[in-house]
């Protein structure tokens, strides 16, 4: 567990999945154990949001979840089920991310934003995945090119709607 006083950011994320169910199953799968007693919360964020608008919590924004290297224990990871680059995350010719958010699914993520500005007094920052983890790795098709490990939440996110309705300020990697 943390103090909700340690939390000063929110990480919007894309599942590059096709689907609630699908990003879950990954969400699920234990990778990083935490010291406490209630285990690992695996490779997940706290809150996803369907395309749909609804809104599920998995977990809870005391603990600590494993969505961003290097930023978990002061973040609030935030996934948007949408395809992304599926099923070819790594494919040098497949790094466009053409799939838009559905309006309902932005309402809903400004919404749950300024709900977690009022419950999280310190929440103040906000970045997208790809502005945090820039690191670069071999591409599938190709190991002599390079493609970015993260690219979420992509181009197609709306920043100046969702910073202009749920104002916080944006964080980008040091």
Same mark, same amino acid.
């Given at each position: ?25 990954? &969400?699920?799968?234990? *990778?990083?154990?935490?010291? !406490? ?14 395309? !749909? ?5 998995? #977990?809870? %924004? ?13 973040? $609030? &990871?935030?996934? *948007? ?9 790594? !494919? ?16 809903? +993520?400004? !919404? ?5 500005? @009022? ?6 920052? $906000? ?8 690191? =670069?790795? =071999? ?6 090119? @390079? #493609?970015?490990?993260?690219?979420? %939440?992509?181009? +197609?996110?709306?920043?100046?709607? #969702? ?7 944006? *964080?980008?990697? *040091?």
């Amino acid at each position: 567990m943390r103090p909700l006083s340690a939390v000063d950011l929110v990480v919007i994320h894309c599942t590059e999945l096709p689907d609630l169910a699908m990003a879950r199953d990954y &969400g699920e799968r234990v *990778l990083y154990p935490e010291p !406490d007693a209630a285990g690992g919360t695996g490779n997940s964020g706290h809150f996803y949001i369907d395309r !749909d608008g609804a809104v599920h919590r998995y #977990v809870a %924004p005391d603990r600590i979840a494993h969505h961003t290297r290097g930023y978990n224990p002061r973040s $609030i &990871g935030i996934e *948007l089920v949408n395809a992304g680059r599926y099923p070819h995350w790594l !494919d040098s010719r497949h790094q466009a991310m053409n799939e838009a958010y559905a309006p309902v699914q932005i309402d809903a +993520l400004i !919404d749950l934003l300024n709900g977690l500005r @009022k419950d999280i007094p310190s929440l103040r920052l $906000i970045a997208g995945h790809e502005e945090l983890d820039t690191t =670069e790795v =071999e591409a599938s098709d190709d190991p002599a090119r @390079k #493609v970015r490990r993260k690219r979420d %939440p992509g181009p +197609l996110f709306p920043w100046p709607q #969702v910073l202009q309705a749920a104002p916080l300020l944006r *964080l980008t990697a *040091l």
